[in-house]
């Protein structure tokens, strides 16, 4: 007998068809995974734990009167868990996140460890400030960096994020027109600008009022021009806007709402797409805050406060919020705070955040500056645009690209559903078989001027295989859906979850979990 005739079969043998279930209704390597509740059990435990010695009641009367039902595992059943779940999140590390004007780019390993040094990552704000000098001096040098990529003289580090910047510009304008007992209160939005623009406004005791959109994504001219007059405070403009288009008029808006008495807060929720290349400072530009996790790839979350640091023109910087740094005249580093507010900061608004809490993010947002130098950084908004113009040029002629014939895009690419008009299906359903494709999907449904949106950012940290990937993905799902809709209208099929009933999830929420035997 040859040795080829021993031994299980080495080829692909035809069967008779696919398993449609398995018995675990696990799939492969994707595992199914109950909740903990459903998986432990309230009789037993993964330790052992001393009984509690009785103690005096405390809590006025408060006190738990009841087992508090926590279900008992094992360590390898909670490792296995935990695990299990994990395999079922998305994340940058493996995958694209094409989310125009949310920015989630690579954040760089080496960002992380210089986070991680114990110089910065074992301070404490309490600490005296004669202990901190280098964090003092990295503050500093990252303000200068910024001062300097954006033509602005200050800038104020405390904000913790996007909207809690655009607060402190906005308060910085409130705080600078009633030192003047300026009673204006309207600020004007146009509706190409970021979404939080019209909330804080309100929030900071402004009348908002909407200036409209041209037919080329920018803001009308005409219309801004003809709005301005003594009543106006402020006007709040995204530049790149959230169509993905640079505003060219900015310059002419700025100087307009300068001479009616106002000011000019720009978000800078896409300065992504212009460091290196454009100074907001030489637009005209009073405020602008920079989110330190779109522009200068710290963390998007999930590593504690977040930052974003509001630049201020030579008119508001007086009202910058306290804490800032400032070196003494013996050399030395140190935050004006309350006690020292009256000689150094006698306009400021204020104080908005108790400390400086987000000090990971600056050593990682510098960290990002200095390893790839001011040429760096300008090649990163240009490589942040050419992506963007690369995914526009690959499918304005399937998808529905409202204003590609405007001229090129920035760093994201805006499209609708409009070319599915027919079929019964939507932004959402595409959004849904991208999961199956591997991918998270594009922002949807904003910016709303455009029905149907589909907002795409590949940033500038995806290779062109990556780009090529997603664009083969996204003609498949058009293609296919153009000619076979209702295949489209139950996506996902393949992820661990199916489609939810969201009108149904909304109204009748399941908020906890309940013993069905109970």
Same mark, same amino acid.
């Given at each position: ?14 069967? /008779? ?8 209704? @696990? ?7 109950? %909740? ?33 039902? %926590? ?6 059943? /909670? ?10 999140? +998305? ?39 004669? /202990? ?77 009022? @909407? ?38 008029? %900015? ?13 000019? +807060?720009?978000?800078?929720? @896409? ?26 790839? /710290? ?52 104080? #908005? ?14 960290? +990002? ?20 113009? +690369? ?52 922002? #949807? ?34 293609? @296919? ?38």
């Amino acid at each position: 007998m040859a040795m080829n005739d021993v031994g299980r079969p080495t080829r692909l043998v035809a069967g /008779t068809g696919a398993v449609a279930e398995t018995f675990t209704g @696990n799939k492969a390597l994707m595992l199914e995974e109950p %909740l903990l509740f459903e998986r432990g059990s309230l009789d037993t435990s993964g330790v052992d734990l001393p009984p509690v010695p009785p103690v005096p009641d405390r809590l006025g009367g408060l006190a738990r009167d009841a087992v508090i039902g %926590l279900p008992g595992l094992s360590e390898p059943e /909670t490792v296995r868990h935990y695990t299990r779940l994990s395999r079922q999140n +998305y994340a940058i590390d493996l995958g694209i996140f094409p989310l125009g004007s949310c920015t989630m780019k690579h954040n760089p390993r080496l960002n992380e460890k210089m986070a991680r040094l114990p110089g910065f990552a074992d301070i404490h704000p309490l600490q005296p400030q004669s /202990t901190v000098q280098g964090a003092l001096e990295l503050i500093d040098t990252l303000a200068d960096w910024l001062i300097k990529l954006t033509g602005m003289p200050a800038v104020a580090m405390s904000p913790k994020a996007g909207a809690h910047g655009e607060l402190c510009g906005m308060l910085a304008i409130r705080a600078a027109l009633d030192a003047k007992n300026d009673p204006r209160r309207v600020v004007l939005v146009p509706e190409s600008a970021h979404g939080t623009n019209p909330a804080t406004a309100a929030f900071c005791g402004f009348t908002v009022e @909407n200036i409209p959109a041209n037919a080329r994504g920018r803001v009308d001219l005409d219309a801004m021009l003809a709005r301005l007059g003594p009543d106006v405070a402020a006007v709040m403009i995204t530049n790149p806007n959230t169509c993905g288009l640079f505003e060219p008029d %900015l310059k002419r808006i700025s100087d307009a709402v300068h001479a009616a008495g106002g000011y000019v +807060y720009c978000d800078g929720a @896409n300065f992504n797409a212009i460091v290196g290349k454009v100074r907001p400072g030489d637009l005209g530009v009073d405020a602008m805050h920079i989110n330190l996790h779109k522009t200068f790839s /710290t963390p998007h979350g999930g590593g504690g406060p977040g930052s974003g640091p509001v630049v201020l023109s030579a008119a508001l910087a007086p009202f910058a919020p306290i804490p800032f740094v400032r070196k003494t005249a013996n050399g030395t580093l140190e935050l004006v705070e309350e006690d020292s507010a009256e000689t150094h900061a006698g306009q400021s608004f204020g104080r #908005m955040v108790a400390f400086h809490g987000q000090m990971g993010m600056f050593v990682r947002a510098l960290s +990002y500056m200095m390893s790839h130098g001011a040429d760096g950084l300008r090649q990163v908004s240009e490589d942040a645009v050419l992506n963007a113009n +690369y995914i526009l040029a690959s499918l304005k002629d399937i998808y529905t690209a409202p204003f590609a014939d405007g001229g090129p895009c920035m760093h994201e690419a805006l499209f609708s559903d409009d070319f599915l008009e027919g079929t019964g299906l939507t932004t959402l359903d595409l959004a849904k078989a991208m999961i199956d494709e591997g991918f998270h999907p594009m922002t #949807m449904y904003f910016p709303l001027v455009v029905h149907g949106a589909m907002l795409v950012e590949p940033t500038e940290t995806e290779s062109k295989a990556s780009l090529d990937q997603l664009i083969g993905a996204m003609r498949h799902i058009a293609t @296919n859906m153009l000619a076979d809709p209702d295949a489209w209208r139950s996506a996902p099929h393949l992820a661990p979850r199916r489609r939810l009933d969201e009108t149904l999830a909304a109204r009748k929420p399941v908020l906890g979990w309940k013993d069905k035997a109970a």
